[in-house]
């Protein structure tokens, strides 16, 4: 059973950074594409930033590009996503995500196939 499991949330004010870390149980996380999305209150969940299993560039939502980045460290089995300079509208619930999807990915995948519960990030003065 793979288990996913986020750190790292919190309240941070606008322009400052901060930096979420998922956690991945169960399976290599070398087997997986992965990704972080978001959810803001009253909205649908979106992809924010999405590798491929295969060595490649990140995909990053328009929103969020030139200021955060997706790493993956297959070697302890986490990926993180570093997000600086934060605006109030990138508060939202951040979900981490892992699918078993062979080969480039270009965009985040509609469907993935495991989720973390999500931590809460308020990006507010």
């Known amino acids: 059973q793979v288990q996913l499991v986020e750190s790292g949330g919190g309240l941070v ?3 400052n ?21 978001r959810q803001a209150p009253g909205k649908e969940r979106d992809g924010v ?5 295969v060595p490649s560039r ?3 939502d328009a929103s969020v590009k030139d200021r955060f ?3 993956r ?4 089995n986490t990926f ?7 605006k109030p509208e990138g508060t939202a619930v951040y979900f981490c995500a892992a699918a078993e999807i062979k080969g480039i990915i270009w965009r985040c995948p509609v ?14 003065s």
Do not use: K
């Open 73 to 76: 460290h297959n070697a302890n």
């Open 111 to 124: 469907s993935m196939s495991h989720w973390g519960e999500g931590t809460l990030v308020t990006v507010s």
């Open 17 to 37: 950074s901060l930096r979420l870390s998922c956690t991945v149980a169960g399976r290599p996380l070398a087997d997986f594409a992965i990704g972080w999305f």
């Open 49 to 53: 930033a999405c590798l491929s299993s």
């Open 13 to 15: 004010q606008p322009g």
């Open 58 to 60: 990140p995909y990053y």
């Open 80 to 86: 993180s996503l570093q997000m600086n300079s934060l």
């Open 69 to 71: 980045t997706l790493t």
